[in-house]
Structures are given as C-alpha cells and as structure tokens.
C-alpha cells in the first residue's frame, strides 16, 4: 500500500484545515487507516481511525468533537477534517494503513498496528 499525504498548511487558532490522504496498491475500501501526528521532541501519536468494514471511528480524547475522520471508498482517499484549531495541534501528521485487522478500536490507537505510512504533511497552528 502506497500512501500519499496533503493537506498542511499555516492557520490561525480557531480555524480549518482538512487533510488528505491517497492510497493505492491494495483494495481501499478493506482497509483500516488512521492518522498520527508528531510534534517536535515528542513522539508520536494516535489522532484517528477509520476501520475498513464496517466504518467505525475512534479518536483521541484531544480531538473528539473537533476533528472527524472519514473516507471516500471510490476515490482511494481518507480525509481528516480539522476544526477549531488550537495551537497545539501543530505537528506533522501522517496517514497510515494496517494490514491486519481487530474487533478491538484500542488496537487502532498503536502505532505498532500499522504497517504503511505516508510521508506527512505539516500542519502549523498559529496563536
């Protein structure tokens, strides 16, 4: 799987962006994704997820009600859509796909369940 990032950008707190991300090599529409994002000196972390079959979505605590995870089986391409932006949303974020698949959301927030990623897009929250 072949995963392409866009999106980023320079916006101030308060507004919008929504990224996407591209995928080809591997039937889309089977295929549980997510999105992480790393901010400078910290690690990496789970932002959302979209499971395959079934379109379940999980997200993390600082991001629910603001940001929502969706994706558009015939165009290969999950979207995040950011709202409300705060300053530290500011990160590189990165689109990813498991190979494998759980009836458990908690095994989507590891980065360790994903097995290809995209290259990140920077996103850059001003105050």
């Known amino acids: 799987v072949q995963l392409q990032a866009s999106g980023g950008g320079l916006v101030q707190a308060g507004g919008s962006l929504r990224l996407s991300c591209a995928a080809s090599?591997?039937?889309?529409?089977?295929?549980?994704m997510g999105w992480f994002r790393q901010a400078p000196g910290k690690e990496r972390e789970f932002v959302a997820a979209?499971?395959?079959?079934?379109?379940?979505?999980v997200y993390a605590d600082s991001v629910q009600g603001r940001f929502t995870i969706s994706r558009d089986n015939a165009k290969n391409t999950l979207y995040l859509q950011m709202n409300s932006l705060k300053p530290e949303d500011t990160a590189v974020y990165y689109c990813?796909?498991?190979?494998?698949?759980?009836?458990?959301?908690?095994?989507?927030?590891?980065?360790?369940?994903?097995?290809?990623w995209g290259q990140g897009t920077q996103v850059t929250v001003s105050s």
């Open positions: 990813a796909a498991s190979a494998a698949a759980s009836y458990s959301l908690t095994y989507y927030r590891r980065t360790t369940s994903y097995d290809y």
């Open positions: 090599g591997r039937t889309f529409s089977n295929i549980d």
């Open positions: 979209s499971r395959g079959i079934g379109e379940s979505t």
